[in-house]
């Protein structure tokens, strides 16, 4: 570092792992690397430390020698700004000790920002982002506790991660939002939120995604549609035990209801026993729901399958009412995410679920033989069907 001029310098990443700081260290090396041609930089301090302990050493980014940084990556650090960057076009803060006031002062003097991401930071109390920031259109936080306010007067915000609902974190100007996700492992009946709420809120939505911890409230019939949303995906997931078996899957019928030209429909379930009363008998014993019909959705992947029969009856009456489906995936084994076309070619290197319980195991064998009696003979010969069967290494039952 004493060998280089800093000239040049377009990127710098610093990860910083040792067991303790030397502050001076620190501040050279970043007088150093901040240039006036410096794009992107990055400092990480592991989460042993008290954000409020070192303190960055901010007058080098704003005494003309940060005019050219487009992306700056805080971690586990104070901060405390006194102006703004002209070419910020994304800001990730994450463990920063800094409040709402230095950061209405950073935001409101960096017109071009576009991207803002905050990650525990618990000095915030108000989020206030301006009405100058034009090009602004993506927001995410999570996990700032202390966070009540967010003032949004941003015209061009359009994707919005937040980890609670607009509710309980009132939002501002929320009109011109086409994307949202409500991601929180401990928030309950989400879902219910989003029927009930969110077309008054946020009635643009053209993608929604939701993972809530428990659902202790059925799907709502509610009047308001959401008129552009084309991607809803819903994760429904419990650490540990059941997913309450007094939820009723075929209510989410009533949320596909509301969204007429749906294209894609994605469900996790991710539970680690079932609860849910299990299908049985004839098919004629099956609900039904009529005058129903769903008719943009072409794509419907449902992660986690079991054989509740709730979700069995959602699943035949999508089948029933979606008359434009192109495709339909289930998985009785949840992956997170994952896709793999075929779960004996990926069993070497371990990306199968290998870990999934033996109830969860069990209960995927369950699966495959309620879809294999109710669901299959349902599928229009127009409807590709991809059953994703439990791996015959890992997942076998014992």
Request: with cysteine; glycine share 6%.
């Amino acid at each position: 570092m004493k060998k280089h001029t800093g000239v040049g310098v377009k990127t710098f990443k610093l990860q910083y792992c040792g067991s303790r700081i030397y502050t001076s260290r620190l501040k050279s090396w970043f007088k150093i690397a901040v240039n006036p041609g410096l794009e992107e930089l990055v400092f990480s301090l592991p989460e042993v430390y008290d954000a409020k302990y070192y303190n960055f050493p901010s007058s080098l980014l704003f005494n003309g020698s940060g005019k050219s940084i487009s992306y700056l990556n805080l971690k586990g650090c104070a901060f405390h700004p006194v102006a703004g960057l002209g070419c910020l076009r994304k800001l990730h803060l994450s463990r920063v000790h800094i409040t709402g006031d230095e950061l209405w002062c950073l935001l409101s003097n960096s017109l071009v920002l576009k991207e803002l991401n905050l990650s525990q930071c618990n000095k915030i109390t108000c989020l206030k982002i301006p009405c100058l920031l034009n090009q602004f259109n993506h927001l995410t936080v999570f996990g700032c506790k202390t966070l009540e306010l967010i003032e949004n007067k941003a015209p061009n915000l359009c994707t919005v991660r937040i980890d609670t609902t607009l509710v309980r974190l009132p939002f501002g100007d929320s009109l011109r939002v086409n994307n949202l996700e409500m991601l929180w492992a401990f928030e309950y009946n989400l879902v219910y939120y989003a029927r009930a709420n969110l077309p008054r809120i946020m009635p643009n939505l053209e993608t929604l995604g939701i993972s809530s911890a428990g659902e202790v409230l059925n799907t709502p019939i509610v009047t308001a549609k959401f008129l552009h949303l084309k991607l809803l995906e819903i994760c429904l997931s419990v650490a540990e035990g059941a997913f309450s078996p007094a939820y009723d899957y075929l209510s989410l019928a009533f949320f596909l209801d509301a969204c007429p030209v749906l294209e894609t429909f994605k469900l996790s379930v991710w539970q680690t026993r079932m609860k849910h009363d299990p299908v049985s008998g004839d098919s004629s014993l099956l609900r039904k729901m009529p005058g129903h019909h769903h008719a943009s959705i072409k794509n419907v992947k449902i992660d986690g399958f079991c054989s509740a029969k709730s979700m069995i009856e959602l699943t035949c009456h999508i089948l029933d009412n979606a008359t434009s489906l192109e495709n339909l995936k289930l998985d009785p084994i949840y992956v997170g995410g994952y896709e793999h076309v075929d779960r004996l070619t990926v069993h070497e290197i371990g990306d199968c679920s290998p870990h999934t319980g033996q109830r969860m195991i069990r209960e995927a064998h369950k699966a495959v033989l309620a879809i294999e009696k109710y669901i299959i003979g349902k599928v229009p010969s127009n409807v590709k069907l991809n059953i994703k069967k439990p791996c015959s290494q890992c997942h076998s039952v014992k």
